[in-house]
């Protein structure tokens, strides 16, 4: 269409698409900002004003005015338990972004009055207790009065599940149900299990249980799966690394996405990793899947990006930081050299799930080892995940071998569990990006959903930029902290180098993939608050529009209704958005009274080590005293 004087003319290299009057963000340092872009065959093609799109507009060139918005380049999870959260996601009530108990309590009664006999209310993840006005789990009562008859099982972080009466009963749990390694079955007096289970510190007691509840079929996960990706897209994700994780079996649990793929019908690109899921038989596995797939195979939707985030279960640490650091087996090693020397001489990569620096010195001594013949550092890629307590030493032999790291907003809901055990100086350097970028080392960011964070990226960059937990407490000093720029890239560029895409995405220059966003509101002057609040209005990959919303609404791509119709997506959605908060006077008055008090804690710091008086200040109203 005609707009601002921007006639189609008829052309050989018309464009498909032409945004104009944007405020983009291109990530390209040679050309950071631009007011138009164009896209032809899934590819950009001009950057600039208008004068640069014009003459790429012929009569068949959709043409669309972001009405000067923020536009920026399609975010990247680079952790992301993409292909099982598809699998899933209709199944499942979220209570991402639900502010108090209270409703979270009154969606799961109304689920269960509309689930049938024979299913499961589940809320498995995104969400943690600290982000309720009341600040505590659902208690047992209370399931059970929601739902008296529905099975109801509540995932609470790496910590905890919660089941109503009915959910014991379908799971198999009695008085005789042994407690599994690592976990508990909470029991009453009179030894019957009372609703609770714990991770103790494995979570595996609690991803079992789960596994228990009725699972979808046939097309049915094809349609959670696009109707996934589709609210992934309404927050601007264009790509995703799939981490893999338990209970996702190769190639059983992938054929959904594979098939989406050659159908055309995905709206994510994926690239995935492959994780040995029985203990004993990992070397097996990954010889195997060797002679069946090799990293880089497939297309730029859906390709195989390595092995990981477990490569032996025996080297896995647990992240449940409600209970101490677990130890590891001794002579692990053994196994885990044997598995990482089959990879690198077959020019696989990997990831590594490792919360704790002991894991990852452990691991770096089996990586220096191989060094040693010549396959570290080999241009391979590899990284660590998490990482949370790593320290400056490992990080230095990390970059010497070649390494890369991905980071989550694990402690954007867990960061209160953090602090209670480790204490405030290891929060604030839970994880220390600032000393990873420091070193020049690649750094992706990712969420780590969906049994834990939520999916939302915006909540992961509010937490990179601002410290700040869902549950308001600030845990990360301003030097572990970044700037925006830098939060984006992390989940942009640097996403794209771990999947050695950085010359066709995560910046928008001519010849890259045409994989952006036009925002709800202009992230880089938001006021902080409010960056947990941006949602996309319009996500283009490769110049499909596969989520348009707003003024943009009904131009995307349809897709089919949501499956099975009692659903709790097709009932409440996903994530439950709130409205950006603006800086009130309300949240101006909070914000001094937390500088007050991060100011009395610094100075009790400083008296418990004798260089300050220890009276209180007496700047102090003694109104106030205790």
Known sequence: MPVGGLVPHATDDAADLVVRNAKIHTGDPHRPQAEALAVTAGVITAVGDDSDVAPYIGPATKVVDAIGRRMVPGLNDSHLHVIRGGLNYVLELRWDGVSTLRQGLAMLRDQAARTPKGQWVRVVGGWSAEQFAERRLPTVAELNAAAPDTPVFVLHLYQSAVLNRAALKAAGYTRETPDPKGGQIVRGRDGEPTGMLLAAPSALILYSTLAKAPVLEGEDRKTSTRHFLRELNRFGLTSAIDAAGGFQNFPDNYSTVVELAEAGQLSLRIAYHLFPQTAGQEIADLSRWIEMVRPQD????????????????????????????????????????????????????????????ETIRRDLAVFEKLAAEGLFPSGKRWLFDHAETVSADSLDRIAALGGALSVQNRLSFQGEAFLR?????????????GAMLRRGLTVGAGTDATRVSTYNPWVALHWLITGRTVGDLVVRPPHNRVDRSTALAMFTEAGARLTGEEDVKGVLRPGFFGDFAVLSEDYFTVPEPDIAHIEALLTVVGGRIVYATGEYEGIDEELPPVSPAWSPVAHFGGYQATPPTGLSGTRQAELLGQAVAESEQHRQWRARRGLTPHTASTVFDPCFAL
């Open 421 to 433: 055990r480790y204490g405030p100086g290891a929060a604030a350097d839970a994880p220390p990006i």
């Open 298 to 357: 497939g297309d730029s939707w859906l390709r195989l990006n390595g092995a990981g985030e477990n490569l032996t279960w025996a080297a896995a640490d647990f992240e449940n930081f409600a209970q101490p650091r677990p130890a590891h087996p001794e002579g692990y090693e053994v196994e885990f050299e044997k598995a990482v020397r089959l990879l690198m001489e077959n020019g696989w990569g990997f990831r590594l799930h490792a919360t704790y620096d």
